[in-house]
Structure formats: structure tokens, C-alpha cells
């Protein structure tokens, strides 16, 4: 993960989503398009069980269809076919235009409850009200709920059962695979066309960056996110997709002095370029700064990359579906492809 998630974790407080929506979400069925490829969870079955990354097993008379999660969790589960019954999110879902976040993906925004927009935000009188059966989130730490503030996380898992994916130190197709198992327990049809072109597209946007790699050697990649005082250099050791885009090949710079949670190296902007890099991954995040922010930044615009053009846009908490991951992999290859040894 980059600096902003961890962070977040590491002070609990730091830098890692506009409250609204209805109460009724539940009843609006618009959640998703009208494309009839569209994967359509089948909730008409007997008890259901799941048991999440903690080892919590989780049952229920029949599966849940109140699902409250954080966003990117949300889009995950409609990727593979869980939609009318996510009611809530909490996480970056809107900008302050009132576009859609882009970690919300194919997830109707107008159609959930929104009990928190940023980092700390939880509206805790509106997950009542919508009478919780589930709450999803990502587990970048052990027992660590992604995006569930610890002065009410009490409060929060007594309202409902709660379902914790591992979203750290393992390559980004197992919360994919974990996300697709939970989305089948809740009567998803794995099986469905567009749940089987997402698969077939991420695979081929995976050999991809392979190939890309193979056709472009020795381009040295840096997955960074910055700061008004911090230039933060990820790791590719603990950060799942980077770990999968090492197995794909991709030679990262993997970071020296790492903080706790080793999830990155936090450096001043005077040593900005301790690592070479051929090629930038930058935290595409509304709380991070983006190259247009660091043009001010001397250090920055001396990166060789930097000055080369040879920076990319990294979502730094993908969303773990093939439909949202193939994208991301697209855009590596194409990245890798195109990039010059600059360093």
C-alpha cells in the first residue's frame, strides 16, 4: 500500500469516504445498468455460512440481503453479480463535484446509503437504520477493519455480523478470490457471462504485463504516493497488487528503511530520489497529491521519470473484482511497454 493507507493505520488517524443517500436503499432496485449481461445474485436459498481471513465463521438462517461495506468493497461484490442488497457504504463513494469516486466502480451511488465520504466518517445512527445483516471490509492488519473508526468500532460490529477479507502481504488474486467466494455465498452466480469476460480480461491484461515486461527489460518500476512534506515509496513485499505485478515480473524498487507495518519508506523531498526509477506508479487517490500538485515540488520534477513523462496513474486500493483489477494491469503493460531506461 502507499503512504496515505498506511498512514491511516499506522496513526490510525492520518490521511485515509459526503454523508446522504436515502434510507430506503434497499427497496431501489437501481443499483445496477440494464445490461443483461449483467451478473444478478440469487438470494432464494437455504442457510448460509462464510468463514472470513480472521477465521470468524459467520452464519445465517439465509444469506444476508442488507450488506453494508466499505465502497470499494461494495463495487467489488456488484462486479460479481451482489447488488440490490448492498444498502450502505462507507469509504470515498462521491467528490466534492459530486461525481462518483472511483473506487465506487460500477456501484450505484444513488441507490446506497453513504455513512461516511472520507478517512474517519461513519454515521453510526444511519447503519442502524438500515438494519445491517453483514458489513464487509478489507483487513490490511490483523483484526484491523478497513475504514471502521476505532472509537465506534464497538458499537459498529454489534450491529451486525462482519466479514474481514486479507487485503495485505498476499498477491492481489487472493482477495479477488476471497471477494468472488463471498459474493457466491450471497447467491452470486460466479458463472455469469459478465463474471467470465471479467476473468478472461484480467488473465489477458495479466500476460500482458508479462510480455511487456519480456519486450522492455530492465525498466525499474517505483510505486509512490506524496505529500505536502513526505515523498512516500511503497512496498512491493506487503502492498497486494505490487506483490502480484512482481510474480508478473515487474522489477519494483522495494524500499530500505521501512516504517512500522512496512508498507513504505517516508522520505523528505530533499531525498525525493534515494531510489532510481525508469517509471513512476502514483497514488491516483483523492488524498494523495497528484503531478500536477508536485510540479511545485523541485525534487519531484527532477526524477528522472519525472522529467521523462514516465509517470502512471496507481490506484493504491484496487478493487479487488477481475472487472476492476484488468484495467489496472492494462494500463501497467501499456506503461511498461512504452517506458525508456532512464535512470
Not at 195 to 212: G, I, L, M, N, Y
Not at 263 to 270: H, P, Q
Request: hydrophobic share 45%.
Amino acid at each position: 500500500m502507499s503512504h496515505p493507507a498506511s498512514a491511516r493505520r499506522l496513526s490510525r488517524r492520518g490521511l485515509l469516504a459526503a454523508a446522504g443517500g436515502v434510507s430506503l436503499a434497499a427497496l431501489l432496485a437501481g443499483c445496477g445498468s440494464e445490461d443483461t449481461d449483467a451478473p444478478v445474485a440469487d438470494t432464494d436459498s437455504g442457510p448460509w455460512s462464510f468463514t472470513d481471513d480472521r477465521g470468524e465463521k459467520l452464519s445465517a438462517d439465509a444469506p444476508p440481503t442488507r450488506v453494508v461495506a466499505f465502497t470499494g468493497v461494495a463495487a467489488a461484490l456488484v462486479d460479481f453479480g451482489v447488488n440490490e442488497q448492498v444498502v450502505g457504504v462507507f469509504g470515498e463513494t462521491t467528490r466534492a463535484d459530486g461525481s462518483k469516486d472511483p473506487q465506487a466502480g460500477e456501484l450505484n451511488v444513488e441507490s446506497v446509503e453513504i455513512l461516511g465520504n472520507t478517512w474517519g466518517e461513519f454515521n453510526l445512527e444511519k447503519y442502524a437504520g438500515l438494519r445491517p445483516e453483514l458489513l464487509v471490509t478489507h483487513m490490511y492488519d490483523p483484526d484491523a477493519l478497513w475504514y471502521v473508526p476505532d472509537e465506534s468500532k464497538d458499537k459498529i460490529v454489534s450491529l451486525a455480523q462482519v466479514a474481514a477479507i486479507t487485503t495485505a502481504r498476499v498477491p492481489m488474486t487472493q482477495p479477488i478470490e476471497r471477494y468472488a467466494q463471498l459474493a457466491e455465498s450471497l447467491g452470486a452466480d460466479l458463472s455469469a457471462s459478465a463474471v467470465t469476460k471479467a476473468k478472461a480480461r484480467f488473465d489477458a491484461a495479466a500476460e500482458s504485463v508479462r510480455e511487456a515486461v519480456k519486450a522492455n527489460p530492465g525498466v525499474k518500476v517505483m510505486a509512490c504516493s506524496g505529500s505536502p512534506d513526505l515523498f512516500y515509496v511503497s512496498n512491493p513485499r506487503v502492498s497486494t497488487d505490487l506483490m502480484y505485478f512482481a510474480e508478473l515480473g515487474v522489477d519494483l524498487v522495494v524500499p530500505t528503511k521501512l516504517e512500522a507495518g512496512d508498507y513504505f519508506e517516508a522520505l523528505s523531498w530533499e531525498n525525493a530520489g534515494k531510489f532510481p526509477a525508469d517509471l513512476l506508479l502514483l497514488d491516483n487517490r483523492s488524498t494523495a497529491l497528484q503531478a500536477d500538485d508536485l510540479a511545485t515540488k523541485p525534487t519531484w520534477a527532477q526524477l528522472p521519470a519525472v522529467a521523462a513523462n514516465q509517470v502512471t496513474a496507481w490506484d493504491a486500493v484496487p478493487r479487488f473484482s477481475y472487472a476492476g483489477a484488468a484495467p489496472l494491469l492494462e494500463n501497467l503493460a501499456t506503461a511498461i511497454k512504452g517506458a525508456k531506461k532512464v535512470s
